[in-house]
């Protein structure tokens, strides 16, 4: 396992257990990077391994990132970890003070878990992480098709909000950001979904988003092992 240091302050000790090209794991270096939270990467899961030690099974007994420890707080699970910065961290801000704004921002962040990254994973997976020769071009297209079908609901609903939670950008467009970025980067077919677009523009404006969302992630099984790769502190040693 390794460990990468960002901004090391003495009065935040947030240790983040992950790898900068996990979809679960990006959405929480982003909300520790919108609250400007300095913190600790331990790269691990994928080829960086260090899940089977016994430190990170007292961690998280699932074995599986990310994982945090905030100041000796243990947390796993990356909704739970982004709704628990947010609110230790940026209340009024990052997690709406109102109730209900509150409660529509976590409402997006459960239905992307639920419905949108379902949809979507399946066609990085298809594409950036199978072989040409193994890809399957009618099934592709009919997985992009159902992705679509879904994000017309976020399609909607972005016709009337900014963003997700109403006017201001706030947790629940996390989880969902990151699924859009790997969804506009992904060699499939997508009809016209101008509303997101917009939002996924403004997105593209915030530091942090391109900070840690807007990583090149390959087109094929090759480039993406590289790229993984080269985001350990080793392999960027050797590049």
């Not at 919108?34 to 030690?53: A, C, I, M, N, R």
């Not at 739970?80 to 409660?103: E, F, N, S």
Request: aromatic share 12%; proline share 8%; hydrophobic share 40%.
């Amino acid at each position: 396992m390794e460990t990468l240091k960002f901004n090391i302050r003495e009065d935040v000790m947030l240790e983040i257990w992950g790898r900068k090209y996990s979809s679960s794991v990006i959405p929480v270096m982003w909300t520790a990077g919108e609250l400007s939270l300095p913190y600790v990467l331990h790269v691990s899961g994928g080829s960086f391994g260090g899940l089977d030690t016994p430190e990170f099974g007292r961690l998280n007994p699932n074995r599986q990132i990310p994982a945090i420890r905030d100041n000796g707080f243990p947390l796993w699970e990356s909704h739970v970890i982004i709704r628990y910065l947010a609110r230790k961290y940026g209340t009024g801000t990052l997690w709406p003070d109102d109730v209900q704004t509150a409660a529509t921002a976590d409402q997006w962040m459960e239905w992307c878990k639920s419905l949108a990254f379902p949809a979507v994973f399946p066609l990085f997976w298809d594409t950036v992480r199978t072989p040409i020769a193994k890809r399957n071009p009618a099934l592709l297209a009919e997985k992009a098709a159902k992705a679509a079908e879904i994000l017309a609901i976020l399609e909607a609903h972005l016709a009337k909000n900014r963003y997700v939670a109403g006017s201001t950008f706030s947790a629940g467009d996390i989880p969902l950001g990151a699924v859009i970025y790997r969804y506009f980067n992904v060699d499939v077919k997508r009809p016209p979904l101008p509303h997101i677009e917009a939002w996924y523009g403004r997105l593209k404006g915030r530091p942090a988003f391109q900070e840690h969302v807007m990583n090149f992630f390959g087109t094929n099984p090759e480039e993406w092992q590289e790229l993984e790769r080269l985001s350990g502190p080793q392999g960027a040693a050797k590049a």
